[in-house]
């Protein structure tokens, strides 16, 4: 099964993020990410209710928890506080029943990559057992290099620790490598049972590479391959639109998915 939806309540709709939910299904579309980018700030009691909103409107929801986080700091502090900010998004993620909790793990700094990783996992592990529920820990690759996050040490850390899944954020791939294979990176993720993605265009800079600015589908990296080989592969995915049009571009891929010949539910 295809699912399509924004990163966010959409820009075209002016309420709440239950009150989205509606909306969302209104569009035709059948997810929605919700956003803790700037802090955790709905409550339990929220949560809850955007749960049973979203199972009426059969809208599949995920969590992208908040961006400063850092599970390889060199300051305890600061990876025990993104801990405790993973843990507040999972713990609203249990409460809607969301499917996963989509995190940027952490940064090099000035730790080499086996050690960084060795650091990352240590932490997700602590974090998973100290969270008793069925939301998954979503490890994104990330855009830039000095960023934990390839799609190598995401797929080898999520293999080692039970409860973590990847997201495939095939903009950041594209960004990080300034060129795309959605067939080497998809065979890489063939033995999982569903993927959840997020896409959008990245900006070209000045070097002749792309910066982890989001643009509007149309640009770079193409949609269509990716949609193609989506289909010829019978892929269980969740596809969120992170473009600075989200709802715009989310129905843009289902357009697009459409004309290759895929039925939405």
């Known amino acids: ?19 989205a939910i509606p909306f969302v299904k209104k569009l035709g579309l059948q997810a929605m990410e919700i956003e803790f980018v700037r802090g955790v700030h709905m409550g339990l009691d ?18 992208h928890a908040p961006y400063y986080i850092n599970l390889a700091s060199k300051e305890k502090i600061k990876i025990e506080q993104s801990k405790k900010r993973i843990l507040d998004s999972m713990e609203r993620g249990e409460a809607m029943d969301a499917k996963i909790v989509v995190i940027h793990p952490g940064y090099y700094g000035e730790y080499s990559a086996e050690k960084c990783y060795s650091i ?39 293999k080692s620790v039970k409860g973590c899944a990847p997201v495939i954020d095939f903009a950041h791939l594209f960004a990080r490598e ?22 959008s265009n990245m900006k070209r800079n000045q070097k ?14 193409p949609f269509e391959p990716l949609a193609k080989e989506i289909l010829k592969r019978k892929l269980d995915v969740t596809i969120i ?5 989200i709802e715009k571009d989310a129905l843009k891929m289902k357009k697009i998915f459409k004309k290759l010949g895929y039925k939405f539910i």
């Open 1 to 19: 099964m295809i699912r399509l939806g924004p990163a966010g309540i959409p820009m075209s709709f002016n309420g709440s993020s239950v009150e």
């Open 46 to 63: 929220t949560a809850k209710v955007l749960g049973i909103v979203a199972k009426e409107n059969d809208i599949e929801l995920s969590i």
């Open 120 to 158: 990352i996992k240590e932490q997700c592990q602590d974090i998973l057992d100290k969270h008793d529920g069925k939301v998954l820990l979503g490890l994104e690759t990330t855009a830039k290099r000095a960023a934990f996050g390839s799609t190598d040490e995401i797929l080898v850390l999520c």
């Open 178 to 199: 300034s060129s795309i294979d959605y067939v080497k990176i998809l065979d890489k993720f063939k033995s999982m049972k569903h993927l959840h993605c997020h896409f």
């Open 208 to 221: 002749g590479g792309y910066s982890d600015i989001h643009l509007p589908i149309g640009n770079a990296p």
């Open 241 to 245: 639109s992170e473009s600075p049009v």
